[in-house]
């Protein structure tokens, strides 16, 4: 698993993340002399922006059939839907919403192969109403293990305009590895099969890779 760079906070960052943070920090520093009100607004933009994109290691928790959450923030549902582009029809949704105070690295929920991948366009409305889930953009990947079957979609929310996705069809994950991130708010939705154990509910928080979310039938 790659080792993300350290932040100045000595915090690992995610690499996305970098390119904010020198330009928030070097712009404010030059312009501070200039403008204390300018240069300050950007100094505290490129540090918030080290604690946003902040990489912190998890302990992903043992066992073969254990479904870890994707994300760090609150679960703010679970409902019955159809899910025909993976899953192939009836299915669990539980969605997390991520604040701006929420670490926004995403993990593999599962073990498995990435065995479908799919980009849709769309708005951005505030991730954490029902109607994000289906009309903000958002990108989708399917895991395989075994016969087993998941999808995890990352969704843009009212500030989130840049999805990260490092995974690929055909690569393989393990449980908790990091494959991508959501830039400054967003919503994350996992797709899981009818009958799934499903430990959480509405309210909860959960941390990604780390917080045991259900159990493989």
Not at 61 to 82: H, N
Not at 189 to 195: Q, T, V
């Amino acid at each position: 698993m790659k080792v993300e760079p350290k932040g100045p906070l000595g915090l690992p960052i995610a690499r996305e993340g970098l390119p904010f943070i020198l330009i928030g920090l070097l712009a404010g520093i030059c312009l501070y002399p200039l403008s204390s009100w300018l240069g300050g607004l950007l100094l505290v933009f490129g540090l918030f922006s080290v604690f946003f994109f902040r990489d912190l290691e998890r302990n992903v928790p043992l066992g073969d059939t254990l479904i870890v959450s994707p994300a760090d923030g609150k679960v703010i549902e679970i409902v019955e839907v159809s899910e025909p582009s993976f899953l192939g029809g009836p299915a669990q949704r539980l969605s997390i919403f991520l604040s701006v105070f929420d670490g926004h690295i995403n993990r593999a929920p599962i073990a498995g192969r990435v065995a479908y991948r799919y980009y849709c366009p769309g708005e951005f409305h505030a991730a954490f109403l029902d109607k994000a889930s289906e009309q903000n953009e958002q990108l989708s990947i399917g895991l395989e293990k075994g016969e087993f079957r998941c999808l995890v979609r990352q969704i843009a929310g009212l500030i989130a305009r840049r999805i990260v996705c490092r995974s690929e069809v055909g690569d393989d994950l393990d449980c908790g590895e990091r494959y991508g991130l959501i830039r400054f708010g967003s919503r994350v939705d996992l797709f899981l099969p009818p009958g799934t154990s499903i430990s959480v509910g509405p309210g909860d928080r959960v941390r990604a890779g780390e917080t045991v979310i259900g159990e493989i039938s």
